[in-house]
């Protein structure tokens, strides 16, 4: 089974988790400082989201002996999963919510950074990823664990959408096969 990273994207919260099977290897929330009025002000955010995820992609590739992070990542040694993104609705938590732009700008800037730095990045539907009972997370990220840098729903979320990579990752390997490809 290949390590994966997983990254649940957000305006405010970006979790990433490095997973080797069921093993926590390592997690991390980053914060957003500020408000998102521009690009000048989401440059920042992107690229420490895209630093945060190299750190963890060089990190999984290192562990296996890779030559190469992108060769890692092309050949499905180490796998790199994102949560993706769907129209907001209006509501949280059942009630009605007014939707803040500027979340929604950071939230497409650090989405769309990723992808554009890490092409072979697998897309998670987004739905109830990180919504499990506590104790179906490894401990170094259910709830009231210190040290994360953010609210750990964010790490358990990227846990989640790390654990549909193996299965995309199946899925593209049998497309391109069928394409004939490598």
Do not use: C
Request: glycine letters at 12%.
């Amino acid at each position: 089974m290949a390590p994966v990273v997983g990254v649940d994207p957000g305006g405010k919260h970006l979790g990433l988790v490095l997973r080797n099977g069921a093993t926590l290897v390592k997690a991390r929330v980053l914060v957003r400082d500020g408000a998102a009025s521009d690009h000048t002000a989401l440059q920042p955010w992107v690229e420490a989201t895209n630093t945060a995820v190299l750190e963890y992609v060089s990190f999984a590739a290192h562990m296996i002996d890779a030559p190469s992070v992108w060769e890692a990542l092309d050949t499905d040694q180490v796998l790199l999963a994102v949560e993706g993104v769907v129209a907001p609705t209006g509501f949280s938590k059942g009630r009605r919510a007014p939707i803040d732009p500027s979340t929604l700008l950071a939230l497409g800037a650090a989405f769309g950074g990723i992808l554009a730095a890490f092409p072979q990045a697998l897309i998670v539907r987004p739905g109830h990823n990180g919504d499990g009972p506590d104790l179906a997370y490894p401990e170094g990220i259910r709830s009231g664990v210190r040290g994360l840098g953010g609210p750990t729903k964010h790490a358990r979320s990227a846990w989640d959408v790390a654990a549909h990579a193996e299965v995309l990752a199946g899925i593209r390997r049998a497309e391109r096969r069928v394409r004939g490809e490598r």
